[in-house]
Each structure stands twice: as C-alpha cells, then as structure tokens.
C-alpha cells in the first residue's frame, strides 16, 4: 500500500530550515533528537514503535539520520527512507545501542563534534549520553530540549485542520459519554462506548486514555475508569480527546447522575464565566499570566479567593503515549508565565473548580488563538447535565 504523507514535501522542509536556523544561532553541528513527537514533526515517522530506543540525528548539513531498531525497517522505508527524509541505520536487539550510537555518530562524520542532546527527554536513556561522552571524548554534548518544541508551538494551516478534524471525534466521544452515563451504569460501560464513538467518527489512538471516573476516585486527576457502578447523586467526570494524526483536541466536563447538589448551579455559573473571561483575553501578544489572572479575577469575584490552580489550560498539538501534552514539560497558561501567544498556538483551556466548595464544576475545550482572539474548537454544550 502506497504511503500518503500527512503533509507536503515543502513543510517538512521548512520544518527543517528552521530548526537548522537554530541550530546556527547555537552553533552545533547536529542536534540528537528523541522524543516521539518531535521525531514525527521532521521525519512523519507515525506508528508505536517508540516504546523502543529511536534517535534522530539532525546535522546542520546533510541529510538526517534515524536510528532504531532494524525491524521497523518497512516503517521508516515507506514514511521515511522513500520521501528521502533521512538514512536508516537500525540496530539488532542483541547489539548495544551505546556502541551502535557512537559508531553511527562517527560514520556520519560527529565522532568529534558540537552535539546538543534532548536532555530531558523520557524517551532518551542516560547510559545514551553517558556512553556517548565517555567514548567520543573530542564531542561537545549540550542541551537541546524543548529547541524543537519551540517550533511546534504554531500550528500550520494543516496542522489546524488536523486538530478541528479532532475536536469533531471528541465532540462524538463526550456525546456518547452523556448518552451512556446513568444510574447502574458502570465507568467501563461509558468507556466501551466512548471508545466505539471514537472509532467510527475518525479518531485515532490519543496519548492519553479517556479519564473517566465517578465520586469515590474523583480527585484523582490522572487516574481513569474502573468496573464501579454509577449511583444516584454521584459526579461522573469525563476528560478526553480526539486524536487525528496524533493531533489532539482535548475536552473536559463532569455529569451528574440523577441529581446534582443544592448549589451547583451558582457554581457552574461561576465555573463559566471564568472560562469566558478567558476566550475574551485570549489574542496575540497577551501572555500566559493574564490569561490566568483573567480566570482567577472571576474565581476571587465569586468568594473564592482562596482557591487556586497550577494553570488555566496548557499548550497542545502533536502527542504519543503516554500524554497529549506533547512531551515531558506542561507548557501552561501559569500566573508566572511570560509566554506571549501567537496565532496559531492550540491549547486545552480548563475552568476548574475541584474542592474548591462543597460544591464541583468544571468544562474544558480547545481553542486555537487567531489573528484577532480565539476560536473554540470542541462544541458540546458547558451546562450542567444530569443524567
């Protein structure tokens, strides 16, 4: 089967210019690129093979190298080799990935070299870095992390439309969550038909699982469903994304089942009115922290200024398991963040009142910053929905 690029010829090019450009400015020879969705955003290379050691070698000049392992070699021949992207050297699974990298590293000519490595990649093993410097001891290895994150940050034209092609699935899936959830229905019930409302609308595996989970589990933000049964009076909180080409359009909201507390109406109004003053603030050269401040302001407006939350919403985009955040490091909408928004940056906006009274709301969407403000992409309604 013939192979069709998810983008043209001419953006991986660009891509590539860029990151170079960078690379200039820091004066390296190549940089060693490890995490996933960095290694997709220059080379295409899509499939779940990087539970395994994968390194990207980016010279200043020349064509690109990627090692992996040598069975991934129809892969990277159909999406990588063939487009004429990079060289291929893969490794045995009973050769030692140290030697093989540094050998690699000379036969393309940085046995002595500048080097810059993604240093806080989860994906790049320290006996890696380690062996490189103990046995290329004329390589200089800096740090490159988060060099080409810095590139992703603004979307292209067809980056966007993968991501409004995303957020239509995780409309499907949060309707499926809200048709399913009732009364002795259990947490995996509601997951099977998010999961089969994922599928037929076009998603494709997120990098993280949909969170899914009721009152007795409810503050345990990264855990997701269990065989628990819904009661009456419980909250059921839905957090997930449609994924299309492994760009994601995360959404949130919490249900009620049967019945919600006396209350939570005044909550819910407070929860989203914070989240508009936040699509109100977001434009062009405002920066994280008064997006967050623009959230907090209503929050404190509303008595509740003792309550506060680490950010608002966080960059997203490109992502593989085991999060679709894009890497190791949340970019977030935080109170110290000088992060000056550009157009074309995506990201998951939460309006979050956890604990922070006796009663719980919360709503989250993706929305992309536009020349003049924000774009909302998810469309399921925010209002309070009992089930």
């Not at 380690?130 to 603004?154: F, H, T, W, Y």
């Amino acid at each position: 089967m013939e192979h069709r690029p998810l983008f043209p010829q001419t953006e991986y090019d660009q891509r590539l210019d860029n990151l170079r450009r960078l690379m200039a400015e820091r004066d390296l020879d190549a940089c060693l690129i490890s995490s996933p969705e960095n290694i997709f955003y220059l080379t295409g290379l899509s499939h779940m093979g990087f539970f395994a050691y994968h390194l990207l070698i980016v010279p200043r000049d020349g064509k690109m190298t990627l090692i992996c392992r040598a069975m991934e070699w129809v892969t990277v021949e159909r999406m990588v080799i063939s487009p004429g992207r990079a060289n291929f050297f893969g490794f045995s699974d009973s050769d030692d990935t140290v030697n093989f990298t540094c050998d690699s590293l000379k036969q393309v000519g940085l046995g002595s070299a500048r080097l810059a490595a993604e240093k806080s990649s989860l994906f790049l093993p320290p006996r890696i870095t380690e062996g490189i410097v103990a046995n290329l001891p004329q390589v200089q290895l800096d740090d490159c992390s988060r060099l080409v994150d810095s590139l992703r940050q603004v979307k292209s034209a067809q980056e966007l439309d993968y991501t409004r092609q995303a957020a239509r699935v995780s409309d499907a899936m949060m309707q499926a969550a809200r048709e399913t959830a009732a009364s002795g229905v259990s947490e995996q019930e509601v997951a099977a038909e998010v999961h089969r409302a994922m599928l037929l609308a076009g998603g494709t595996y997120p990098g993280f699982s949909p969170f899914i989970r009721a009152t007795p589990t409810l503050g345990e933000e990264h855990r997701t469903w269990s065989d628990h049964v819904l009661q009456p009076g419980e909250a059921l909180f839905v957090e997930l994304a449609g994924c299309v080409h492994h760009y994601h359009a995360p959404m949130g909201r919490l249900l009620y089942i049967g019945e919600a507390p006396f209350g939570t109406e005044m909550m819910v109004e407070t929860c989203l009115e914070a989240f508009d003053a936040v699509v109100q603030t977001i434009r062009p050269g405002v920066t994280a922290g008064q997006i967050y401040q623009a959230w907090q302001d209503v929050v404190d407006a509303a008595g509740l200024s003792h309550y506060r939350r680490h950010h608002c919403g966080y960059m997203t985009g490109i992502g593989f398991p085991p999060s679709w955040v894009g890497g190791p490091m949340v970019v977030g909408l935080r109170q110290d963040s000088d992060l000056e928004l550009r157009a074309g940056m995506v990201f998951h906006l939460m309006s979050w009142l956890m604990e922070a009274s006796e009663d719980d709301y919360f709503v989250s969407d993706t929305a992309v910053v536009t020349e003049d403000g924000c774009e909302v992409l998810t469309a399921v309604s925010q209002n309070l929905y009992i089930v």
